[in-house]
């Protein structure tokens, strides 16, 4: 019943910049915390951002600095800007969504990803 949608993956060489955008959609009422994941292969998924529904963001120590995730409400769509990349940031990014369905039953949902590779 929500769909979530990634793009603005692609290949980029160290020191470069790309941007990720996650669009939801469906029957939706409420959007809680938006996340970015990622997974390389044969590594365990990891949370690289958060933010909550008042705008607090979180990151780990591994991208702190250099990521920095937004959203916009009205278009129920999480951002993930991303500076400074790395060849070991290389992975598919997937995003995260909490929220309430317009039933009000809650929902938790992922995207299918967008691949980052990242040259060095």
């Known amino acids: 019943q929500v769909q979530l949608v990634e793009s603005g993956g692609g290949l980029v060489q160290a020191g470069g910049s790309l941007r990720l955008s996650c669009v939801a959609s469906?029957?939706?009422?409420?959007?809680?915390?938006m996340d970015w994941y990622r997974q390389a292969p044969g590594n365990q998924r990891e949370l690289v951002a958060r933010?909550?529904?008042?705008?607090?963001?979180h990151y780990p120590d591994s991208v702190k600095g250099r990521f920095t995730i937004s959203r916009d409400n009205a278009k129920k769509t999480v951002y993930l800007q991303m500076n400074s990349l790395k060849p070991e940031d290389t992975a598919l990014y997937l995003c995260?969504?909490?929220?309430?369905?317009?039933?009000?039953?809650?929902?938790?949902?992922w995207g299918q990803g967008t691949q980052v590779t990242v040259s060095s």
């Open positions: 933010i909550t529904n008042g705008g607090s963001a």
């Open positions: 469906g029957s939706i009422f409420s959007i809680d915390a």
């Open positions: 995260f969504v909490n929220g309430r369905l317009g039933s009000l039953f809650p929902f938790a949902s």
